[in-house]
Antibody
Framework: EVQLVESGGRLVQPGGSLRLSCAGT????????VTWVRQAPGKGLEWIAN????????HCVDSLRGRFTISRDSAKSTLYLQMNNLRAEDTAVYYC?????????????WGQGTTVIVSS | QSALTQPRSVSGSPGQSVTISCTGT?????????VSWYQQYPGKAPKLMIS???RRPSGVPDRFSGSKSGNTASLTISGLQAEDEGDYYC?????????FGTGTEVTVL
């Protein structure tokens, strides 16, 4: 079964840092682009960043560039999101997803999400 | 990059058709045939329903269809069923980034 499982979400103080992980199983993780998407409480989906198969090409939404960094360890089939200088508005459920092998531009498998709460 | 514009809510009776619009710009929806649609139930992860404007992944009922004209993409649900009630989001490639729509709540009356 193709599966993505996020971890690392927790309560963190404003200004703090956190690294989220996303483990992929049931597919060849090292061959696909993967991405992070978040959803603040009661709000819509927000695309954060993506990274190519070997980690050499990555993109991040302008508003988060400089604070958030995407990376991957394909040997461990794991995707990461390093989040620094966290703010209250970063409170959200963070999802990882992989891109569809048939359409390289749609996210066909999603994790269950991990919750980040930024509060003092 | 601003979020794509969707109606806040749409509703219909079982068996009816509803259409959700997704309006962007020539830098996203209008510039690429890479619009996808996602269904989300409360507390659950999104599910891919349509990719590449109109391609339906395996397992998605054929009552779901997608189209695009200019800077506006659309998702149509024909023969609305109770299980179609939920939130729907469009998403467009906006080279090299992506942008989601504001989301639409579908209610089955």
């Amino acid at each position: 079964e193709v599966q993505l499982v996020e971890s690392g979400g927790r309560l963190v103080q404003p200004g703090g840092s956190l690294r989220l992980s996303c483990a992929g199983t049931g597919f060849t993780f090292s061959r696909l682009w993967v991405t992070w998407v978040r959803q603040a409480p009661g709000k819509g989906l927000e695309w954060i960043a993506n990274i190519n198969d070997d980690g050499s090409d990555k993109h991040c939404v302008d508003s988060l560039r400089g604070r958030f960094t995407i990376s991957r360890d394909s040997a461990k089939s794991t995707l990461y999101l390093q989040m620094n200088n966290l703010r209250a508005e970063d409170t959200a459920v963070y999802y990882c997803a992989k891109y569809d092998i048939w359409s390289g531009f749609a996210m066909d498998v999603w994790g269950q999400g991990t919750t980040v709460i930024v509060s003092s | 990059q601003s979020a794509l514009t969707q109606p806040r809510s749409v509703s219909g009776s079982p068996g009816q058709s509803v259409t959700i619009s997704c309006t962007g710009t020539s830098s996203d929806v209008g510039g690429y045939n890479y619009v996808s649609w996602y269904q989300q139930y409360p507390g659950k992860a999104p599910k891919l329903m349509i990719s590449d404007v109109s391609r339906r992944p395996s397992g998605v009922p054929d009552r779901f269809s997608g189209s695009k004209s200019g800077n506006t993409a659309s998702l149509t649900i024909s023969g609305l069923q109770a299980e179609d009630e939920g939130d729907y989001y469009c998403c467009s490639y906006a080279g090299p980034n992506y942008v989601f729509g504001t989301g639409t709540e579908v209610t089955v009356l």
